[in-house]
């Protein structure tokens, strides 16, 4: 079977019994979703890093302590406990969250790849940057539920359950976070 | 039938959120209505853009909790 059909219960399950493997492809599945969510609360990549890396240590501490509820979904779980780490991150430094070099651009990424790599993903980068900038510019609550049903990937009751809203609050949310996206995009004359 | 049409369902809709026979009263809805396929377009169109801006974490990010979970498995695993 391959790895990406297993479902992540029976990873879960393979890895609380000693097989290392299965959270490789566990984190790998869901990884772009986590760090994707982290990255849009905390606006900085390497806050970004370290959180997303204590959000799986806990992860491995929790599993392996047999504190994981079954019935609990893997990845809801894990957006969670990342979501309590940036919370508890802000609480001790007393900040709200800054945008430190404002791209989350690693330029030592660049200098890995050919001229010809280095120029395309330049080019996506920009892209990626420009989308990034106006949905760091929506309001709070809309910026929430966009990452996480866009990005994270949860379903509108998992938003609610999650955030305390009701369903029909996360839905109207999404309408004027998408709405006043393609707004912005045309104002200012944005071709993506 | 395009007034059962709201805007959240139009949202449930773009995200997969929906049964088939709901999906298919969208789709028929969309075709009647044109006001109704030019917010669809507008909302599809933004959620198209958000593709393009997703994260992802370095590899050594992913090595190093590998090794963390390698480093503390339980004795019985390791052997």
Not at chain 1, 46 to 74: C, S
Not at chain 2, 17 to 30: F, H, K, Q, T, V
Request: charged share 30%.
């Amino acid at each position: 079977m391959q790895p990406q059909s297993v479902s992540d219960k029976k990873l879960v399950k393979q890895y609380m019994s000693g097989n290392e493997s299965s959270l490789q492809v566990l984190i790998n599945r869901h990884k772009d979703k986590v760090f994707t969510s982290i990255m849009f609360t905390v606006k900085d990549t390497y806050l970004a890093e370290d959180i997303f890396q204590d959000t799986f240590v806990k992860v491995v501490d929790t599993l392996r302590a047999g504190r994981y509820r079954e019935e609990d979904k893997f990845l809801p779980w894990v957006l969670r406990i990342a979501h309590n780490l940036c919370i508890d991150h802000f609480r001790r430094g007393k900040r709200m969250p800054m945008v430190t070099t404002g791209d989350g651009f690693d330029i030592f990424d660049v200098l890995k790849f050919s001229d010809t790599n280095a120029q395309e993903k330049m080019i996506h980068e920009q892209t990626a940057e420009r989308v990034r900038t106006l949905v760091n510019s929506l309001p709070e609550e809309q910026k929430q539920v966009l990452v996480l049903r866009h990005y994270s990937d949860m379903s509108f009751k998992e938003i609610s359950d999650m955030t305390g809203v009701s369903i029909n609050t996360a839905l109207g949310r999404m309408r004027y976070a998408l709405i006043n996206l393609r707004k912005m995009m045309v104002e200012k004359n944005i071709t993506i | 039938m395009t007034k059962t049409i709201t805007q959240d369902n139009l949202i449930r809709y773009i995200y997969n959120e929906i049964s088939l026979e709901e999906a298919s009263l969208i789709d028929e809805a969309i075709k009647a209505d044109w006001a109704l396929k030019e917010l669809y377009e507008q909302l599809l169109e933004g959620k198209t853009q958000l593709d393009k801006a997703a994260f992802s974490p370095k590899k050594i990010v992913i090595d190093t909790i590998l090794a963390y979970s390698k480093d503390t498995a339980p004795m019985e695993h390791t052997l």
